[in-house]
């Protein structure tokens, strides 16, 4: 059982948005900052979004991800085929005192 | 281009060592704190251990504290992870991963090895 929870799959179709949640609580999302990473099949992880919001080196513009409270989301808008693959949140535990990750979301574009 | 080539992963029986390495290459590394990332078949991402960048800071999951531990040479350039006594449940592939910065609680994993395969039976 994952620390972070998010649904483990959407999809949509080509040129569709699509939003992944991913809800923790206050010693994790709700006190530190929430990272994304794209998982694509036969590769390693990619640092995706950071610090809540911000897109890493190459990532599109019609990528976001917001925060608010203990819970953030993940939208792609103008989905394409490449964006198959997991998504995973992750975001630092105070209480924990590690990183925490969410079970990740296997995202198929229909 | 900053580039991180893991190494050492292997089978071993229940109980067994291991020894993890991770080579780093096109950066500064004592400028960054860095981390091992698992993922077990079928399974999602699993934080494992961190270690700041002078290496004086490390951090566990609680699932492998006081089996595992990370270390680092700076002037190596590399990363290692012992791990012993281990389980069934150790089984994954393994990721070596850089922070963002120095200290690896204020920054998230912004480059990723390729991984190594780790099998207890």
């Known amino acids: 059982q994952s620390v972070l929870t998010q649904p483990p799959s959407a999809s949509g179709t080509p040129g569709q948005r699509v939003t992944i949640s991913c809800f923790g609580s206050r010693s994790n999302i709700g006190s530190n900052y929430v990272y994304w990473y794209q998982h694509l099949p036969g590769t390693a992880p990619k640092f995706f979004i950071f610090r809540n919001n911000q897109r890493s080196s190459g990532v599109p513009d019609r990528v976001s991800g917001s925060k608010s409270g203990t819970s953030a989301s993940l939208a792609i808008s103008g989905l394409r085929s490449e964006d198959e693959g997991h998504y995973y949140c992750?975001?630092?535990?105070?209480?924990?005192?590690?990183?925490?990750f969410g079970g990740g979301t296997q995202l198929t574009v229909l | 281009e900053a580039q991180l080539v893991e190494s050492g992963g292997g089978v071993t029986p229940p109980g067994g060592s291991l020894r993890l390495s991770c080579a780093a290459s096109g950066f500064t590394f004592d400028d960054y704190a860095m981390s091992w990332v698992r993922q077990a078949p079928g399974k999602g991402l699993e934080w494992v251990s961190s270690?700041?960048?002078?290496?004086?800071?490390?951090g566990y999951a609680d699932s492998v504290k006081g089996r595992f531990i990370i270390s680092r040479d700076n002037a190596k350039n590399s990363l290692y992870l012992q791990m012993s006594s281990l389980r069934v449940e150790d089984t994954a592939f393994y990721y070596c991963?850089?922070?963002?910065?120095?200290?690896?609680?204020?920054?998230?994993?912004?480059?990723w090895g390729q991984g190594t395969t780790v099998t207890v039976s």
């Open positions: 991963a850089r922070s963002g910065g120095p200290n690896y609680s204020h920054y998230g994993m912004d480059v």
């Open positions: 270690i700041k960048w002078n290496g004086d800071d490390t």
């Open positions: 992750a975001s630092w535990d105070d209480s924990l005192s590690g990183w925490v």
